[in-house]
T-cell receptor, first 114, second 118 residues
């Protein structure tokens, strides 16, 4: 079984500053990795995903993430955040070749201050 | 990505009544749908996996007689909270996935349904 750890429950940052949201996972098999964003009172929106190929994945809204197999990490980054990026971010992992049912992290609340 | 709708988005009901929530896959045939529950400031808790034409598979600790799931077609799954009580108040989110094709590896989520039981 796989597990996901999001090390930071809350990340405050000023507008236009860079941000990194950390995600580490554990699994005994190959994995697929995902980042989802959830705005208040809404469902989850897929930001980006890693299935195979290039370890640097670019997603929507200027976000990107890098899959690091040796460190079992999939950190999410954005070079310059906006107020509108304030939301909850969830990292998820599923086993490739399995049921594809993801395991979610506890979430990181990104708070962008003006 | 796939477009998923949920109805209603908000529901307030009295204790003891039953509430039905619909989840629709609008642009592809979802062989598998999932129902999640989310408490404030917490992650998603998978309640059950729903496969079209068969009985749902419930996660440990989820009462199947309490949370009835029907996946009657490839585009519609329903969750009925029977005899709802205040502790059932929560945010319920569905997601869809396909066993083949471009939507195979990824879950796409609906906008969620906020249930408040008085």
């Amino acid at each position: 079984a796989q597990s996901v750890t999001q090390l930071d429950s809350q990340v405050p940052v000023f507008e236009e500053a860079p941000v990194e949201l950390r995600c580490n996972y554990s699994s005994s098999v190959s994995v697929y990795l995902f980042w989802y964003v959830q705005y208040p009172n809404q469902g989850l929106q897929l930001l980006l995903k890693y299935l195979s190929g290039s370890t640097l994945v670019k997603g929507i809204n200027g976000f990107e993430a890098e899959f690091n197999k040796s460190q079992t990490s999939f950190h999410l980054r954005k070079p310059s955040v906006h107020i509108s990026d304030t939301a909850e971010y969830f990292c998820a992992v599923s086993e490739s070749g399995g049921s594809y049912i993801p395991t979610f992290g506890r979430g990181t609340s990104l708070i962008v201050h003006p | 990505g796939a477009v998923v709708s949920q109805h209603p988005s908000w529901v307030i009901c009295k204790s003891g009544t039953s509430v039905k929530i619909e989840c629709r896959s609008l642009d592809f045939q979802a062989t598998t749908m999932f129902w999640y529950r989310q408490f404030p400031k917490q992650s998603l808790m998978l309640m059950a996996t729903s496969n079209e034409g068969s009985k749902a598979t419930y996660e440990q600790g989820v009462e199947k007689d309490k949370f009835l799931i029907n996946h009657a077609s490839l585009t519609l799954s329903t969750l009925t909270v029977t005899s709802a009580h205040p502790e059932d108040s929560s945010f319920y989110i569905c997601s869809v996935q396909s066993v083949s094709g471009s939507y195979q590896e990824t879950q796409y989520f609906g906008p969620g349904t906020r249930l408040l039981v008085l």
